[in-house]
């Protein structure tokens, strides 16, 4: 005779059979209806919701289309007709694009392509340095008046660049102490590292915030077991939290590119009317304004400075779109 006894099924098993007659709830209730995420989810990526992403799509692309179009016209066919007449009466030359970029052309860009390059990339770099270390310091160090710091440096966002601009002037020409002036006494800018700081100050408060909140997602027993390990500040951040934060620096970055590259205010004001340091916006701006009738030039010129931030923003928006989501999602 067997004394044998039934055997207990697991806990999951049984949870698992309770699931399955419940419908799949888990919990003995009737499941719950789709989220409004879900829904707005479905919406988003449903037949209509693609049509009107692909309208959109074409609505955006089609003046981008229209310039470039344009800058490969001879000047006659932009005088007399539109971009849209090239699909009936294709003509294509490259002579406007040598006239901006040649160095005996009527208009030579070549030298502010230059400029804007070596505006741009310290221009990208330092804020980016600085902000990490500085959201680093505010998210996972300890100190005196951190909080009253940190909403000082949130504050300033909100400080027009306008109204910064003569005190910041003031600043280069008659700094404070004994430290060298950047422009000279009687200069209004200093050159190049004039125009590298200033977009760095202007950069720092958003870039700041930015990665500070990204930083504090990461969870803090990642950092808790560095230190147990015997891990300082420096080797934490080098070897945990820059791996990490790649995705929202690539991020910011792609912003203060774009936002560097095409500036005129910062680099008009600050550059101090030198055309040696000056950007390709500024040379386009007075091609606009002076030489208006020569569109075959404008265009040719405005899709050259184009070209770049294109470049740069199809190349990497795949980073761009994994820094937005990184702070969405805790792993």
Do not use: C
């Not at 044998?4 to 209730?29: C, F, I, R, V, Y």
């Not at 430290?179 to 950069?203: E, K, M, R, T, V």
């Amino acid at each position: 005779m067997s004394t044998s006894t039934p055997t207990a099924a697991p806990l999951g098993d049984e949870q698992q059979l309770q699931d399955d007659a419940d419908g799949g709830s888990g919990n003995g209730k009737p499941p719950a209806g789709p989220s409004g995420f879900a829904q707005a989810q479905r919406s988003l990526t449903g037949r209509v919701g693609s049509i009107l992403a692909i309208l959109i799509a074409i609505l955006w692309t089609l003046p981008t289309a229209g310039l470039l179009i344009t800058s490969f016209r001879p000047a006659s066919d932009i005088n007399s007709s539109g971009w849209w007449t090239f699909f009936t009466d294709p003509n294509v030359t490259l002579d406007n694009y040598r006239q901006v970029l040649s160095s005996g052309g009527d208009f030579n860009l070549s030298t502010y392509f230059v400029n804007s390059f070596i505006i741009t990339i310290p221009a990208v770099i330092i804020p980016i340095t600085l902000a990490t270390m500085a959201a680093y310091a505010f998210a996972w160090m300890d100190f005196k008046g951190k909080s009253a710091l940190f909403v000082a440096v949130f504050a300033l966002q909100i400080v027009p660049i306008q109204v910064t601009l003569i005190p910041l002037q003031q600043f280069y020409v008659n700094p404070p102490g004994n430290l060298a002036p950047l422009g000279g006494n009687d200069a209004l800018g200093g050159g190049f590292y004039a125009i590298w700081l200033s977009h760095a100050i202007f950069a720092m408060p958003l870039a700041i915030y930015l990665l500070h909140n990204f930083m504090r997602e990461i969870p803090g027993e990642l950092i808790e077991s560095a230190r147990v390990d015997g891990a300082g500040h420096v080797q934490i951040f080098t070897r945990m939290m820059l791996p990490l934060m790649a995705p929202a620096i690539a991020a910011f970055g792609i912003f203060q590119f774009l936002w560097v590259w095409n500036d005129l205010l910062v680099a008009l004001v600050f550059s101090g009317g030198n055309q040696a340091v000056a950007p390709l916006t500024v040379p386009l701006s007075s091609l606009a304004g002076q030489r208006g009738e020569d569109y075959f030039l404008l265009s040719a010129g405005a899709f050259v400075s184009l070209i770049v931030p294109l470049i740069v923003f199809l190349s990497l928006q795949r980073y761009f779109v994994r820094g937005l989501l990184a702070g969405s999602v805790k792993g």
